[in-house]
């Protein structure tokens, strides 16, 4: 602390000069200043700073604030320093029964609290602050609270709801679907819906992981849900729920295109175009096309797809986009389990030498010759171990023989 020419250590009152705020990474001087309490050109002394500093950690916006104070720059009164740290786990606000859409709500926190941010910390007073703004906007009954809550393993948000219980699934039941039976439906739906939280947004996202992957094994690719229907259930405590389908017209592969990859690998992939899209048969395809190009050596591939439906004629086209990643060669060969005799001759019938291209599949295949071709007798257990050197793409591979040693009954390269 500096004091301005004349002051004595029993400072009396001197304006404020300027104040100015450090450490902010989401929030902006202007809102720690108006929280503060504290005003350019207002007369101040060291306990009005020590109460804004206290008013700064009472909003829960802030992990932790100090304060410094030295003669502004026209001598004339203090300038003023603040020193934070917000709170760094943070929360995306989310609404749930409430009325009043998402940023019509979000509006009105804004407008009741200067500090509001989206997303927020999950502190009692932030949350104390943003219940009573909406509840003095929606005047419900029962009152609004607000709960940091995880509905989604990716998500943990700031939810804020009547203050009763959350409803959740009792039953699930279909109409106007004809591919498939209302059994079959409800089957794939029980395990994961029933007894589960209920929002028209969540049940959705299942419906479309659960439902529409068994329509399109018959191409029907356009199958929709176009009304959900929950009505709570007299005798057990959750919601009845009404699922509305429209099975939609059969829709067939007309044409598969390739990104990051020669199109000749669509032979492989052997596509069936011009029939039926059914998805099975497209998972497979993807499935042969990463194996052909693992064969050389990309044992990270990934393929992206995405469609283009034609209604007029009910075809649809399929873009898929292969990420091949590094290509990986072969490392040491380590073979454990045999003496010193059998394990030189086992060595020299592996045929993937150090630095090769990797060929995915390969140590199994090894295995599995050596088996059927009798080359050991009594051969007990075997496996093989991929070691992934990322930094030189290499992979390190370990055969391992369990069980007593043994000789080999004939050689054969492989």
């Known amino acids: 602390m500096t004091f301005l020419p004349g002051f004595f250590l029993l400072a009396a009152l001197f304006p404020i000069e300027s104040i100015h705020v450090e450490g902010l990474k989401r929030l902006k001087p202007a809102q720690i200043i108006g929280a503060s309490g504290l005003k350019v050109g207002q007369q101040a002394d060291k306990p009005d700073f020590e109460a804004a500093q206290a008013r700064l950690l009472a909003t829960g916006m802030l992990a932790s604030v100090g304060y410094r104070y030295a003669s502004g720059a026209a001598g004339k009164g203090y300038a003023v320093t603040f020193e934070v740290v917000e709170v760094e786990q943070v929360f995306p606000v989310r609404f749930e029964d409430l009325l009043g859409t998402e940023a019509e709500l979000l509006r009105v926190l804004a407008a009741a609290d200067p500090l509001f941010t989206n997303p927020v910390p999950g502190t009692v007073p932030v949350i104390k602050r943003l219940e009573a703004a909406l509840n003095a906007h929606l005047k419900v009954d029962p009152p609004i609270v607000g709960k940091v809550l995880a509905d989604r393993p990716e998500e943990t948000m700031l939810l804020f709801r009547p203050n009763r219980p959350r409803p959740t699934v009792a039953s699930v039941a279909f109409k106007g679907n004809e591919a498939f039976s209302t059994a079959e439906l409800q089957n794939k739906m029980a395990a994961v819906a029933i007894g589960t939280l209920f929002t028209e947004e969540r049940f959705r996202e299942m419906l479309n992981n659960q439902v529409r992957p068994i329509y399109e094994t018959k191409g029907l690719l356009r199958v929709s849900f176009p009304k959900i229907t929950a009505t709570r259930n007299a005798d057990l405590e959750g919601l009845d729920i009404t699922v509305e389908v429209v ?158 040693k043994r000789e080999p009954a004939r050689k054969r390269p492989f």
Not at 307 to 334: E, I
Not at 352 to 379: C, H, S, T, W
């Open 247 to 404: 099975d939609g017209p059969e829709y067939k592969l007309r044409k598969v295109s390739l990104t990051g990859a020669e199109s000749a690998l669509l032979t492989d992939a052997a596509f069936k175009e011009g029939e039926v899209f059914r998805l099975h048969e497209i998972v497979d395809g993807l499935e042969r096309l990463r194996a052909v190009i693992r064969s050389n050596g990309y044992m990270r591939v990934s393929t992206e797809s995405t469609r283009t439906y034609s209604d007029a004629d009910k075809t649809v086209d399929m873009q898929v986009n292969v990420n091949r990643g590094p290509q990986y060669k072969m490392g040491r060969l380590k073979i454990s389990g045999l003496d010193i005799t059998t394990e030189p001759e086992i060595r020299k019938m592996w045929g993937l030498k150090e630095g090769a291209v990797f060929r995915d599949q390969y140590p199994e295949r090894f295995l599995q010759r050596i088996r059927d071709d009798g080359v050991m007798d009594n051969l007990g257990e075997t496996r093989s171990k991929l070691d992934y050197d990322e930094a030189r793409s290499l992979i390190h591979v370990t055969l391992t023989f369990a069980g007593e």
